[in-house]
């Protein structure tokens, strides 16, 4: 079965930094988009960076351009998101998600999640 390792996670101070690791199983890794979310209580779960199957291209939300890093290794099943001068406002549950379209069906995956909290 679909199976993820979320770790990385934790608390640190502002300014600091943290590197997500996700490890991936139960699925071809190698063909699905990866990416992570995060998500605060009362507010919807938002994306924060996305990579191509092949890693060819990412995407990031507007508040973490320039900060953030999102990286996969398909020999590990593991993608990552590097997070530099974090802020408070970045405190949240990380969640990756792993996705593919083939014609008209989307498999989607998503992981347990992970807290990063950031204060002083």
């Known amino acids: 079965q679909v199976q993820f390792v979320e770790s990385g996670g934790g608390l640190v101070q502002p300014g600091g930094s943290l590197r997500l690791s996700c490890a991936a199983s139960?699925?071809?890794?190698?063909?699905?988009?990866m990416s992570w979310y995060r998500q605060v209580p009362g507010k919807e779960r938002e994306l924060v960076a996305g990579?191509?199957?092949?890693?060819?291209?990412?995407n990031y939300a507007d508040s973490v351009k320039g900060r953030f890093t999102i990286s996969r290794d398909n020999a590990k099943n593991t993608v990552y998101l590097q997070m530099n001068s974090l802020k408070p406002e970045d405190t949240a549950v990380y969640y990756c998600?792993?996705?593919?379209?083939?014609?008209?069906?989307?498999?989607?995956?998503w992981g347990q999640g992970t807290q990063v909290t950031v204060s002083s």
């Open positions: 139960g699925f071809t890794f190698r063909l699905y988009s």
């Open positions: 998600h792993a996705d593919k379209t083939v014609g008209v069906r989307e498999y989607d995956y």
């Open positions: 990579i191509t199957s092949t890693g060819g291209s990412r």
